[in-house]
């Protein structure tokens, strides 16, 4: 594999660095990465992937364009509202840099489609915003054995920790065996969220995903936490090594079962309350 | 800091949890260095105040609604994750950790949104 | 002031907030921000403070689209190559939210127009790439009594300062009375930069921004360190205060004398090495 | 950590500065608990090793070159900030900080780029 003359020029910033060069610019050309959502986490994260020339790039989310996304799900603009997110964000991404190759795949991550839509990537990241998706892709990940970096983000607060890295890594069950009180958690809808928080946690997922496929990644588990109004606003937290006992991850592999026949809305409490719907 | 029998320390809640604590996340609070070994019963044998005392204490003095979504079978429920001084409570004994002058305790809930 | 019908559903996400509501809404409306560098950190700063609804957004850099800023500087994409970096931007911006006042201004920032050019916004952000345009903006802010929100970037390492915030931020002088010395200091050029580091930090200049404007801002001087391969990858720096004696926030004030006439490239060790004519 | 007569210290360079010191950001390192409050000369009177004493023995045990980009009259370059434990130094008693065993020193200069 070679990197195209008129490539020198346009990575020649970070083909300076210490531990980058030719070597790194050319495991990012030959890298893939899928996107599982292009809203507030994706969009940031896509763009900093993009511009720093992943060869393949995959976007998978199957809502469309509404104009109160553009709150901070900056790569859509008004003239996108009504299209499909995935394809609005591939549009972006080729603007930027035509050379790439991006899937824009405009389907629901099921758990019937879930390996067969992640298995061509090397690097899932997790951009979605709800709890049954989030068990479904940690799954996938380590049944696929990939890392999954995950972000999260909700009014001022943001999360970020990669899953199921290297030999040790955890998976999102080792931490979180059993998804949170489906009173305490509230999408982006319910209790609101700052678009620069989103920001800050999709760019961070971008860095994470080059850093592993660098190999500039020190695969030790850990979470960070940001709270755009904390002093500090960035805490970085040491975590526990994959568990032997996990069902997901642990020795006695996939004691959870088939992905395909986990019910993981249920798993996770059932369908979001319609709190339209009840009049709220 | 420690003024002999209690123990001082930083209490945080975060991603969703502070909803039960009257929307609150840090606080600071004072235990007894030296807890029953059996919460509530004061005629036990006693024991340094660990986490597993910590977090009953919270449910009865701090908890304003709904402990089912905080507790579950004496310790907390299995969505929480614990943190000592930002390490993973895994890594630091999980219950039995002995509460030291100054720690800081973050409970926390994995955000979903995006 | 009010806020018109249709952008309701369009800022709902953020008016939900605790300490945002409509207030905030309009407080942003109302604001305006100068940003000056549409380069790696202004482009992601710009992004968010245009998608969260802020009134009016002067963009200030000389410099012309080149490829190699493509890595970094995603609001300018293959199509703008040649272009100006602030009338991209700008372009990019309208995009996004057509109802926002863009200023365009295609100038150097110099000792002569700075006062000028930066009077009419409320707070100005540092995204320059140059000691002495830094300094130039410090005493630029001290001098109109705005706060700067400052932000670098280099390698794989990022800087995040407000100052001249409240009554006792302190200024850029008070930190650093002193430029670096001109051999420890590497332009991006130079020394190369990872654009998912200037995406963190331009980010959290809107953020830093976006807090000041709603009155949500604690105040304290800090510094935020990041370091993109560093273990935690931030840390919260407690800085001094105002200090009395500083020559242009100080006592006396402006003791640096006059901007228009500070030669702020002497100061700074005179004109940027030429490498490439150096043959290196 | 403290072994009686010295102090170790974790000290770290950012910013650029790291260039001066073989290209390495953090540096474990021990010095004495009590130096000569003359640098260098052993027949003064001590006093507990301060900031203004690890410059100096920065310069003559660390730093491998340019001298002059790191120190100006016996403290730090006025375009170095130094940080104490994530404290500005200037709100610690600058040079005159004693150190403890334990204590993370930063030496930084800013960044220009974007
Ligand atoms: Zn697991
Ligand atoms: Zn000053």
């Not at chain 1, 809305?265 to 719907?277: H, I, K, M, R, S």
Request: aromatic share 6%; glycine share 10%.
């Amino acid at each position: 594999m070679q990197l195209s003359l008129e490539d020198y020029p346009r990575y020649g910033r970070q083909m300076i660095l210490d531990g980058f060069g030719l070597t790194g610019q050319l495991k990012l050309q030959s890298s893939s990465v899928a996107v599982v959502g292009a809203g507030g986490l994706g969009c940031p994260a896509l763009q900093y992937l993009a511009a720093a020339g992943i060869g393949r790039i995959g976007i998978i989310d199957h809502d469309v364009v509404e104009v109160s996304n553009l709150q901070r799900q900056i790569l859509h603009d008004e003239s996108k509202v009504g299209m499909a997110k995935a394809e609005s964000a591939a549009r972006a991404l080729r603007r930027i840099n035509s050379k790439l190759t991006i899937d824009a795949i405009c389907d629901a991550l099921t758990p019937e489609n879930a390996v067969e839509l992640l298995s061509p990537y090397d690097t899932i990241l997790d951009c979605t915003d709800n709890a049954p998706t989030r068990y479904l892709l940690s799954d996938t990940a380590v049944f696929l054995g990939k890392p999954l970096v995950s972000g999260a983000a909700q009014k001022f607060e943001g999360q970020l920790c990669t899953y199921n890295l290297g030999t040790v890594g955890p998976c999102y069950r080792c931490l979180f065996p059993t998804p949170p009180a489906r009173e305490l958690v509230g999408t982006c809808e319910e209790t609101g969220v700052l678009g620069a928080v989103t920001g800050v946690i999709g760019n961070m997922q971008a860095l994470e995903a080059i850093k592993i496929i660098l190999g500039l990644h020190d695969q030790r588990p850990s979470l960070l936490l940001f709270s755009a109004l904390g002093s500090p606003p960035f805490r970085s937290i040491k975590l526990r090594s994959r568990k032997t006992t996990c069902p997901a991850c642990g020795d006695s592999k996939q004691k959870v079962g088939d992905i395909k026949e986990i019910d993981y809305v249920q798993f996770c409490g059932g369908p979001a309350p319609d709190w339209e719907g009840r009049g709220l | 800091m420690s003024t002999g029998d209690t123990i001082t320390l930083k209490v945080e809640f975060s991603g969703g949890l502070e909803l039960l604590f009257s929307n609150q996340r840090s606080h600071k609070l004072s235990v007894p260095a030296l807890v029953p070994k059996k919460y509530g019963d004061a005629s036990s044998e006693t024991k340094p105040a660990d986490i597993t005392f910590l977090i009953h204490y919270l449910r009865d003095n701090l908890l304003k609604e709904r402990v089912e979504l905080f507790m579950e079978s004496d310790t907390v429920r299995p969505g929480i994750l614990v943190l000592v001084n930002d390490t993973d409570w895994e890594l630091e004994g999980e219950g039995d950790y002995s509460l030291k002058a100054g720690d800081e305790i973050v409970f926390i809930s994995t955000l979903h949104g995006g």
